[in-house]
T-cell receptor, first 111, second 111 residues
Framework: ETGVTQSPTHLIKTRGQQVTLRCSSQ?????VSWYQQALGQGPQFIFQ???????GRGNFPPRFSGLQFPNYSSELNVNALELDDSALYLC??????????FGPGTRLTVT | EDQVTQSPEALRLQEGESSSLNCSYT??????LFWYRQDPGKGPEFLFT???AGEEKEKERLKATLTKKESFLHITAPKPEDSATYLC????????????FGRGTSLIVHP
């Protein structure tokens, strides 16, 4: 069984630029969530997708958007990057008992 | 709004010195309480799900317990490899299965 994978591992962007992060869900999981984790904080929920439809959204502005594809892989897009967007971005697929299986994360640095 | 508070923020133990981490929660109907382990710079690793008060789960040196207001993660005779941040999350019955995470407890076990 393949686990959750994310790409890229690290990314450096300039303020105002746009970024796309990618995630492949664990095999058989049709629900994926994205989280932002700042240093020393717990993961903050961005949004969740279930069978290609947005299923819930946290307190993040519209410049954070996402997609889920028919194979249940997913993208997180962030427009007009700000310095505070620097964080570890985590993708998680949901198991049958609502537990989350996380990928290794993408470390985004905005300069 | 679901809330999770973890204590202590940081804990230093000597190898073999047992202790407990606390997770206090407020939720309108509990779907599940989750414990994760997170190593620095990596995604959280799922440990346990607890569903109802009185439930207990064990894995190696870890034992998780649940009451109506809090959960404990007991660590028996810890080893240095148990050093990590331990995250607690809850999912309530309102709407989607979206967990709310605490800020975590950073555990360091000295040899």
């Amino acid at each position: 069984e393949t686990g959750v994978t994310q790409s890229p591992t690290h990314l450096i962007k300039t303020r105002g630029q746009q970024v796309t992060l990618r995630c492949s869900s664990q095999s058989g999981h049709n629900t994926v969530s994205w989280y932002q984790q700042a240093l020393g904080q717990g993961p903050q929920f961005i949004f969740q997708y279930y069978r290609e439809e947005e299923n819930g959204r946290g307190n993040f502005p519209p410049r954070f958007s996402g997609l889920q594809f028919p194979n249940y892989s997913s993208e997180l897009n962030v427009n007009a990057l700000e310095l505070d967007d620097s964080a570890l971005y985590l993708c998680a697929s949901m198991g049958s008992s609502y537990e989350q299986y996380f990928g290794p994360g993408t470390r985004l640095t905005v300069t | 709004e679901d809330q999770v508070t973890q204590s202590p923020e940081a804990l230093r133990l000597q190898e073999g010195e047992s202790s407990s981490l606390n997770c206090s929660y407020t939720v309108s109907g509990l779907r599940g309480l989750f414990w994760y382990r997170q190593d620095p710079g990596k995604g959280p690793e799922f440990l346990f799900t607890l569903y109802s008060a009185g439930e207990e789960k064990e894995k190696e040196r870890l034992k998780a317990t649940l009451t109506k207001k809090e959960s404990f993660l007991h660590i028996t005779a810890p080893k240095p490899e148990d050093s990590a941040t331990y995250l607690c999350a809850v999912a309530g019955t309102g709407g989607s299965y979206i967990p709310t995470f605490g800020r975590g407890t950073s555990l360091i076990v000295h040899p």
